[in-house]
């Protein structure tokens, strides 16, 4: 599978863009923003881009949704509980940002939905707690895990929708029964295993 990480946006996301290296298929996860940066990795790796792929549905992860759309004729999930965030610019917090964001989802999922590309198989995982709709991309023996999941650390809970028990029970139930061997690429910051974060993360 080629993966290619680049930090974008105000916070530095961590967005992925990621493919099947025999078709090309690819996908996005977690399009931040500078969608040039993005269309680089797309364009030099003469990658097709398939599915942009949403962990939740806060600014930080969805500024360059709309431009790749247009660009690539792509289609866009995010889970089901997140989706009414696109369209309101106060719920996913851009219009304290000055930069007001309002977009139409194209489709979401559900926890366990699978979509295909190329040979690649991603299972949609839903982990409440950061928001209701927060969501994980496992592909493999990695996780996309957004901001559920962080290097020895966990996502905020402060937030509309947020719940700090929700989030350590969809981490525990959902996210470290997974091989430990299972690589996590989080929404900011390092990457980790889940081995590491059963050992060392003092949150869990």
Not at 12 to 20: E, F, G, K, L, S
Not at 24 to 48: G, R, T
Not at 133 to 141: F, K, Q, R, T
Request: one cysteine or more; proline letters at 3%.
């Amino acid at each position: 599978m080629f993966l290619k990480k680049v930090r974008v946006g105000v916070i530095n996301t961590n967005c992925y863009i990621a493919a099947d290296e025999l078709t090309k298929e690819a996908f996005v996860i977690d399009p931040a923003d500078d969608f040039d940066i993005i269309d680089e990795v797309l364009v030099s790796n003469d990658l097709k881009l398939k599915y942009i792929i949403l962990t939740h549905g806060h600014f930080d992860h969805i500024g360059a949704v709309e431009e790749l759309k247009e660009k690539y004729n792509s289609t866009m999930y995010i889970n089901e509980f997140d989706a009414h965030m696109l369209n309101d610019s106060e719920a996913n917090f851009s219009s304290m940002m000055n930069n007001k964001i309002e977009f139409l989802p194209d489709h979401t999922f559900k926890d366990g939905d699978i979509l295909k590309v190329g040979s690649l198989t991603l299972k949609l995982i839903n982990t409440p707690g950061h928001t209701e709709g927060s969501s994980c991309v496992l592909v493999e023996n990695i996780l996309f895990a957004g901001d559920t999941l962080f290097k020895n650390s966990i996502g905020r809970t402060d937030l509309p929708s947020g719940d700090r028990f929700k989030i350590i029970s969809s981490i525990k139930e959902k996210l470290l029964v997974l091989p430990k061997e299972t690589i996590v690429y989080p929404g900011h910051g390092s990457s980790t295993t889940i081995n590491n974060e059963i050992i060392k993360n003092p949150f869990l």
